[in-house]
């Protein structure tokens, strides 16, 4: 489903839930996957993130019932089964549970937290963000239940509140204690505007993405490497056992000098994760400023340095990773490449002139030891409904 758009996307929800559900779906929300153009692992030290919306979307379509029970049925094939989920409205005395299949936890996550009074409801979702590809496929899916729910039972939340929201139906539903970036951008993207966020007052800006001349690659390396899933959260852990031995609030308000002070009072691991943060929240500043000015070439080299930094400081990249940002770079007319998202497979993001893409990309398929895809990276808008003809 990755090639259809919106309104194709919706076509196809819509049929589905003909087929599953023997009724016509009444409403229908979107939300946006992301691609961080810089600024990866800031956002749980406080720090700052600067992403972009991207075009594909996860999609749901859904209608009211009378029973009291919430039936979902996902399309998106690569999810591991049953399709097709059931269960009670929550209440005081009844809550929900995460459980298998595990992508129902997403939904079950968001509509136990959801703030307003919910009756039972029908849903169908189709996506076209490619799951595990770091392009947070959980998070859309997450906005897009929030903001379906908003139309069907409305309540009075704020976009950054949903984000807020989606960030703990990830934390408690899926166990992945991840920062507010990606719910963030999702609920909050803005067409043709990268969004520099700060992770610590929630504020945030929008910068034109002014590229007359230049392209945004994402480049799939179709790997997701299966650690032990303690990945994550040891290196947010680290980050907050540094924080309290440097007696700050986060990492965001340490330095390079704070930290070379206190060196031996940290093992290595920790000192290089907290240089990565440290760094990386520096680079972001000035990463920004650069693209502002319109100084790709700087912005460039910052995208490189902020990837080799999490591949030898945080130790989140892998060679698939580490191999297409050596082959983009090779490539003239590339300013930059990175990985992004949170690691260990997924995508790489490049900046380059528009002229040299096709080059690019056929030396990513000459020379890349595996199956990359690719995909033009434009800023899209954040999550929205969609009104249906039958919307009651
Ligand atoms: C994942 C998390 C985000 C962020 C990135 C790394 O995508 O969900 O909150 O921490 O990793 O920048």
Same mark, same amino acid.
């Given at each position: 489903?990755?090639?259809?758009?919106?309104?194709?996307?919706?076509?196809?929800?819509?049929?589905?839930?003909?087929?599953?559900?023997?009724?016509?779906?009444?409403?229908?929300?979107?939300?946006?996957?992301?691609?961080?153009?810089?600024?990866?692992?800031?956002?749980?030290?406080?720090?700052?993130?600067?992403?972009?919306?991207?075009?594909?979307?996860?999609?749901?379509?859904?209608?009211?019932?009378?029973?009291?029970?919430?039936?979902?049925?996902?399309?998106?094939?690569?999810?591991?089964?049953?399709?097709?989920?059931?269960?009670?409205?929550?209440?005081?005395? +009844?809550?929900?549970?995460?459980?298998?299949?595990?992508?129902?936890?997403?939904?079950?996550?968001?509509?136990?937290?959801?703030?307003?009074?919910?009756?039972?409801?029908?849903?169908?979702?189709?996506?076209?963000?490619?799951?595990?590809?770091?392009?947070?496929?959980?998070? %859309?899916?997450?906005?897009?239940?929030?903001?379906?729910?908003?139309?069907?039972?409305?309540?009075?939340?704020?976009?950054?509140?949903?984000?807020?929201?989606?960030?703990?139906?990830?934390?408690?539903?899926?166990?992945?204690?991840?920062?507010?970036?990606?719910?963030?951008?999702?609920?909050?993207?803005?067409?043709?505007?990268?969004?520099?966020?700060?992770?610590?007052?929630?504020?945030?800006?929008?910068?034109?993405?002014?590229?007359?001349?230049?392209?945004?690659?994402?480049?799939?390396?179709?790997?997701?490497?299966?650690?032990?899933? %303690?990945?994550?959260?040891?290196?947010?852990? +680290?980050?907050?056992?540094?924080?309290?031995?440097?007696?700050?609030?986060?990492?965001?308000?340490?330095?390079?000098?704070?930290?070379?002070?206190?060196?031996?009072?940290?093992?290595?691991?920790?000192?290089?994760?907290?240089?990565?943060?440290?760094?990386?929240?520096?680079?972001?500043?000035?990463?920004?400023?650069?693209?502002?000015?319109?100084?790709?070439?700087?912005?460039?080299?910052?995208?490189?340095?902020?990837?080799? %930094?999490?591949?030898?400081?945080?130790?989140?990249?892998?060679?698939?990773?580490?191999?297409?940002?050596?082959?983009?770079?090779?490539?003239?007319?590339?300013?930059?490449?990175?990985?992004?998202?949170?690691?260990?497979?997924?995508?790489?993001?490049?900046?380059?002139?528009?002229?040299?893409?096709?080059?690019?990309?056929?030396?990513?398929?000459?020379?890349?030891?595996?199956?990359?895809?690719?995909?033009?990276?434009?800023?899209?808008?954040?999550?929205?409904?969609?009104?249906?003809?039958?919307?009651?």
């Amino acid at each position: 489903m990755a090639d259809l758009d919106e309104f194709q996307l919706l076509e196809r929800a819509i049929n589905i839930f003909q087929e599953q559900f023997e009724s016509e779906a009444s409403y229908a929300a979107c939300a946006p996957g992301r691609v961080n153009l810089i600024g990866e692992h800031t956002d749980y030290n406080d720090g700052f993130v600067f992403p972009i919306a991207i075009p594909q979307v996860t999609m749901v379509v859904g209608r009211p019932n009378s029973d009291q029970m919430i039936r979902v049925f996902t399309a998106v094939t690569e999810v591991d089964h049953p399709f097709l989920v059931r269960f009670p409205v929550p209440t005081a005395t +009844s809550k929900l549970a995460p459980g298998s299949p595990t992508w129902a936890n997403y939904v079950k996550g968001v509509v136990s937290l959801y703030p307003g009074t919910l009756s039972g409801f029908d849903m169908v979702i189709v996506s076209s963000v490619p799951l595990g590809g770091g392009l947070s496929s959980s998070a %859309s899916l997450e906005v897009a239940t929030f903001t379906l729910m908003q139309s069907m039972f409305p309540c009075q939340v704020s976009d950054k509140e949903k984000a807020l929201i989606c960030q703990k139906a990830e934390h408690t539903f899926a166990g992945m204690p991840c920062g507010i970036m990606d719910q963030f951008i999702s609920s909050m993207g803005s067409k043709d505007h990268a969004l520099l966020i700060d992770c610590e007052s929630m504020e945030s800006k929008q910068v034109q993405l002014r590229l007359p001349r230049q392209s945004l690659l994402i480049i799939n390396c179709n790997v997701k490497h299966q650690l032990s899933g %303690s990945e994550y959260p040891s290196r947010r852990q +680290s980050c907050i056992d540094a924080a309290s031995l440097l007696q700050v609030k986060s990492l965001r308000y340490a330095d390079q000098t704070m930290l070379e002070a206190h060196k031996n009072d940290m093992s290595d691991e920790t000192y290089r994760r907290s240089r990565h943060v440290i760094s990386e929240i520096e680079r972001t500043r000035e990463a920004v400023i650069a693209f502002e000015n319109g100084d790709l070439a700087k912005f460039g080299k910052l995208m490189v340095a902020s990837h080799n %930094s999490l591949r030898d400081d945080f130790e989140v990249s892998c060679p698939e990773l580490d191999s297409l940002v050596e082959i983009a770079m090779s490539v003239s007319g590339v300013y930059g490449s990175r990985m992004t998202g949170g690691g260990f497979g997924g995508c790489t993001i490049t900046l380059c002139e528009t002229s040299s893409l096709e080059q690019l990309m056929a030396e990513v398929k000459q020379r890349y030891d595996g199956t990359a895809t690719f995909i033009h990276a434009s800023a899209a808008a954040g999550a929205h409904s969609i009104v249906l003809p039958n919307q009651d």
